[in-house]
């Protein structure tokens, strides 16, 4: 209930009055005191009448303020307060009132590392144990989304103080593809949440552009001797105004996004839209056709990819084609997991016939980044990167090294190439019969020893495109069993028919020593890419 000044006054000092317990206040000597009261603090010298008084009287005996004060009346003529302590500045805030702000607290606990909040919840909890003796729990009616295990949030007190007080940090940070923490010196202008991380947004150094950096790659926060650099024309809603998230490119304008929906995902993009920019343009009994005003960046891909077969893009084409690309990589990684059971079946067939075909062992990122690093190598002559035995032992590589390949010693490694027409010819020893090669002499350990008795293993990776199948690797099933003259290589691959090796993009032909294989580039190829591994048993 909304209560005005004057009454306030008055039923203060009503209460100063009935706290005064060496004097006996009637009814006339209230009225006195009242008025000489809002004389004093509002300048009103007409009368207050009886009533009103009496009014305030049963307005401060009863809950409406919260009061409930104890005023009785003795001898028909005197009033007093029946506890000789009370008053009504005692009880700073009614039960009610502190229900609510009790509210107000655990909607503002959501944002963890705010110093501010946590001091408001301490002041709180002074209340409470002022207030009741006890506090009666009650469960929790409202649950956000949180993750108390989230990294970083103890900088979101310095940084909000950092903003308020425009003053420039320097920040020790390591981003996600960084190898080591590299030092910044920032003018910062908005904390920014989105999907339960947080970023800082301001200005790094001399640079020109507004840059964010997230949180939880943050390792240490100190004061900067550097200038604060303002950045009046920084409109936090302008400049977000044409992105979903936080990447935005300042020269890129918003494009022109078309989205399929399908009509079992529909209702939750139509309630939930992508960006505030979202209109339905069309509907059916499929489902229905979105547009957008966005900028093309991670996070927009993200949400499209989050909808799965939900979803797809209709324009422009380069987002049609990223999507196409990721969810194409996303379903190899399923496709070419090589589990143990494959494993036990794998080295079976290797240790009867001599040789196994692999499932694909790279997705297609995979094998990109690793011909990449290849190519500049050929054609800048530098060193190859020591991120490519990280690259080409990729998980999979990982589990056949240790199912199939046990303790063995990687001695050989090397890239080589095949143009349309050459071949491998018939032969028990692969790696000698490849004359021109690239070595990778930091993932191999060369050892001299006699190769008759040691148990060798190779391992041929094709790196071919996913949409054609390599047809030219032939071998003979066990004949590694018996070591082969030339003359016997020759009768054998004349008059016996040789096993197809059918190596998908990707896929691998791990084999004993001592098969007799033929490799040819076929003609639908215009040139064949191989990675070829070998282990040697030593002790």
């Known amino acids: 209930m909304p209560v005005n000044r004057n009454a306030l006054i008055r039923y203060k000092t009503i209460d100063q009055c009935l706290q005064n317990n060496f004097r006996k206040w009637t009814l006339e000597d209230l009225i006195e005191a009242c008025s000489e009261a809002l004389y004093e603090y509002e300048g009103i010298d007409k009368g207050i009448s009886k009533r009103t008084i009496q009014s305030d009287i049963q307005m401060m005996r009863s809950d409406k303020l919260g009061y409930n004060a104890p005023i009785i009346v003795k001898e028909k003529k005197y009033y007093q307060y029946e506890d000789a302590n009370y008053s009504i500045t005692n009880i700073p805030i009614s039960q009610q009132d502190l229900g609510k702000l009790l509210e107000a607290i655990e909607f503002m606990k959501q944002f963890q590392g705010f110093s501010h909040f946590r ?5 709180v909890q002074k209340l409470e144990d002022h207030i009741y003796s006890q506090k009666n729990q009650t469960a929790s009616v409202i649950d956000f989304e949180k993750n108390e295990n989230l990294k970083g949030l103890k900088w979101l007190d310095p940084l909000y103080k950092a903003i308020t007080q425009k003053r420039t940090i320097t920040l020790n940070y390591q981003s996600f593809k960084s190898r080591y923490p ?3 010196h920032m003018s910062p202008y908005l904390l920014k949440e989105f999907r339960n991380r947080w970023f800082i947004i301001g200005k790094l150094g001399g640079n020109k552009g507004i840059f964010n950096l997230a949180l939880d790659r943050i390792l240490d926060i100190k004061a900067s001797e550097q200038p604060y650099t303002e950045s009046p024309d920084f409109d ?4 977000f105004k044409d992105t979903i998230g936080v990447t935005v490119n300042p020269n890129q304008k918003g494009e022109d996004v078309r989205l399929f929906v399908t009509q079992k995902h529909a209702p939750y993009v139509l309630t939930k839209p992508f960006h505030a920019s979202q209109k339905l343009e069309e509907q059916n009994q499929f489902g229905i056709i979105i547009s957008l005003k966005v900028q093309h960046n991670f996070e927009l ?5 989050g909808f799965g077969d939900g979803v797809k893009v209709i324009s422009p084409k380069r987002l049609r084609e990223n999507i196409r690309f990721r969810m194409k990589t996303a379903m190899s990684a399923y496709d070419n997991d090589i589990n143990e059971k494959i494993m036990v079946n794998l080295y079976r067939k290797m240790s009867y016939r001599g040789g196994a075909l692999l499932p694909p062992i790279y997705t297609e990122t995979e094998r990109n980044k690793i011909l990449n690093q290849i190519s500049n190598h050929i054609e ?37 190439e095949l143009e349309k027409g050459q071949i491998i010819p018939w ?3 692969f790696s000698t019969e490849i004359k021109t090669h690239i070595p990778f002499h930091s993932l191999m350990k060369k050892i001299e020893c006699d190769d008759s008795t040691v148990q060798t293993l190779g391992l041929l990776i094709c790196f071919h495109q ?4 390599f047809t030219g690797l032939n071998v003979f099933h066990r004949s590694h069993l018996n070591k082969l003259s030339p003359k016997e290589i020759e009768l054998i691959s004349s008059n016996t ?3 197809q090796v059918d190596l998908s993009a990707m896929s691998a032909f791990v084999f004993q020593k001592g098969l007799l294989t033929k490799l040819v580039c076929p003609p639908n190829f215009k040139s064949a890419k191989f990675i070829y591994l070998e282990w040697k048993a030593i002790d």
Do not use: C, R, V, W
């Open 119 to 123: 001091e408001l919840d301490g002041m």
């Open 182 to 184: 590299k030092d910044f």
């Open 236 to 239: 936090p809603q302008s400049y």
């Open 301 to 305: 891909e993200k949400d499209i990819l």
């Open 380 to 416: 800048y002559k530098n060193e190859l990167s020591k991120e490519l035995q990280i690259d080409i032992f990729n998980q999979n590589l990982t589990n056949i090294s240790a199912h199939i390949l046990g303790t063995k010693t990687l001695t050989d490694a090397f890239y080589f």
């Open 427 to 429: 032969n028990q020893n």
């Open 466 to 469: 996913y949409y054609d199948t």
């Open 497 to 499: 028919l040789a096993h």
